[in-house]
């Protein structure tokens, strides 16, 4: 955001949007044919080692942090319009300065509104990717349940998933006040 329209921003913007438009099934098999298949850098599955992490891990996180991404960007541009960063820039205050106190302190509030519903993607994503790369875990549990009509393990991963998804929501509604202090001293005005 604080280089718009050079060729960094429009070249992030690219691997972003191509972050979010992919899903995470067809990331999964491009890697396995790139890295494992005709690179030969990485593993393709399973889950013996660190190096077998990777492939897993980016394409897990690629969509995600594309969404970040998206959103600390359009985040970003709107803070630069306010009239306290016009007023910091006159003042003098260094680049580096103005992008990590000024900026990006006030353009982090919609970026942690997404990690509830974000870390619920990645929940629900890591079924498609556990079964793409063999990785042991709950989702390939939920997945042979399904297919099995194991009705009481359905239900069970269900409520552990829910009760995961429940809990970083919780979590970040109580990270609002440490990140902006703002938010409880409005709620003390109210009462």
Do not use: C, Q
């Not at 955001?1 to 992919?22: E, F, K, N, Y």
């Not at 870390?119 to 549990?141: C, N, Q």
């Amino acid at each position: 955001g604080l280089t718009r329209g050079r060729w960094p921003d429009r070249a992030t913007m690219l691997v972003a949007t191509t972050g979010i438009s992919l899903p995470s099934f067809v990331i999964g098999v491009l890697l396995i044919l790139l890295f494992a298949h005709m690179w030969k850098l990485l593993p393709p599955a399973l889950w013996e080692g660190p190096a077998y992490m990777i492939l897993p891990a980016v394409t897990l996180g690629l969509a995600p942090a594309a969404y970040i991404a998206r959103l600390t960007r359009s985040s970003v541009l709107e803070v630069m319009t306010k009239a306290y960063i016009t007023a910091a820039l006159a003042k003098g205050v260094g680049r580096w300065r103005l992008a990590l106190r000024h900026v990006l302190k006030n353009s982090i509030l919609p970026v942690a509104t997404l990690f509830g519903p974000l870390f619920a993607d990645l929940l629900t994503g890591s079924f498609v990717v556990e079964y793409i790369f063999g990785v042991p875990g709950m989702g390939r549990f939920f997945i042979t349940a399904v297919t099995n009509r194991d009705y009481p393990l359905v239900m069970g991963v269900t409520l552990v998933y829910a009760t995961l998804v429940i809990l970083a929501n919780l979590a970040v509604d109580v990270s609002y006040r440490w990140l902006d202090p703002r938010i409880d001293a409005e709620r003390e005005g109210a009462r």
